[in-house]
């Protein structure tokens, strides 16, 4: 029986795709390099923000990969004054009844965790989330299984008890990896056939299909 839920914030929890798109952008103006367009960007989501521009672009050294990170999260932070993300449809409630039916929720994201409690808070759905991670408390991030690993270990919890949900395939091969059960949530920003590459035990087009996975997997 699936007892506790470790989800994924941006793209899951979280609309934040136009923030860090427009961020990405920015920061790369700033620095001289070419845009390699919002799909490419997208598809880094879930990365540590050093390892999304090394991936879009691979001879970048990871000293210049901090450098952009560094520059990316003081421009980050002036948008939100004035782009503000929201929740998916049917989040904040969805999370209230699993709450409310006893799950342990928790969060594992490649956001770190100063950012994610900020977000939790601003969207009204910190009192709901038990458990947080975030990058910077972790030694290795997606999609390597430490976050997950970690989160059953300091909860209690057994892979088997555990169900890892996110938008992205790092963020599946991050559970499997784990030896959890997966459900990839496909209206983010990873694609449905990615999510089943990865492995996806199951997909979900809306956030408030969850609650119907638990009671019954058959079902969806």
């Known amino acids: 029986m699936i007892r506790l839920l470790i989800l994924d914030f941006d793209g899951t929890l979280g609309d934040t795709r136009a923030n860090i798109v427009l961020t990405m952008r920015q920061t790369l103006e700033r620095l001289g390099k070419p845009d390699p367009g919002e799909d490419a960007i997208a598809a880094t989501i879930g990365l540590p923000l050093e390892d999304g521009f090394l991936?879009?672009?691979?001879?970048?050294?990871?000293?210049?990969?901090?450098?952009?990170t560094d520059l990316y999260r003081e421009i980050f932070r002036e948008n939100r004054k004035w782009l503000v993300p929201g929740l998916f449809p049917h989040v904040r409630e969805t999370l209230a009844?699993?709450?409310?039916?006893?799950?342990v929720l928790s969060i594992a994201s490649s956001r770190s965790f100063a950012s994610l409690h900020s977000f939790l808070e601003e969207m009204q759905i910190g009192p709901y989330?038990?458990?947080i991670l975030g990058a910077d408390n972790v030694t290795h991030a997606k999609p390597h299984p430490e976050p997950v690993l970690r989160t059953l270990a300091d909860l209690g919890f057994r892979p088997e008890?555990?169900?890892?949900?996110?938008?992205?395939?790092?963020?599946?091969?991050?559970?499997?990896?784990?030896?959890?059960?997966?459900?990839?949530?496909?209206?983010?920003?990873?694609?449905?056939?990615d999510l089943l590459a990865a492995?996806?035990?199951?997909?979900?087009?809306?956030?408030?299909?969850?609650?119907?996975?638990l009671y019954d997997p058959a079902q969806v």
């Open 55 to 68: 991936a879009l672009f691979p001879s970048m050294t990871r000293a210049e990969a901090q450098h952009c």
């Open 97 to 103: 009844l699993l709450a409310e039916k006893g799950y």
């Open 129 to 131: 989330i038990f458990y």
């Open 161 to 193: 008890e555990a169900l890892v949900v996110g938008d992205m395939a790092v963020d599946i091969r991050m559970g499997k990896g784990a030896g959890a059960r997966t459900c990839g949530v496909t209206y983010g920003n990873g694609s449905r056939e």
């Open 199 to 213: 492995g996806a035990d199951w997909l979900i087009d809306d956030f408030a299909a969850l609650p119907a996975l």
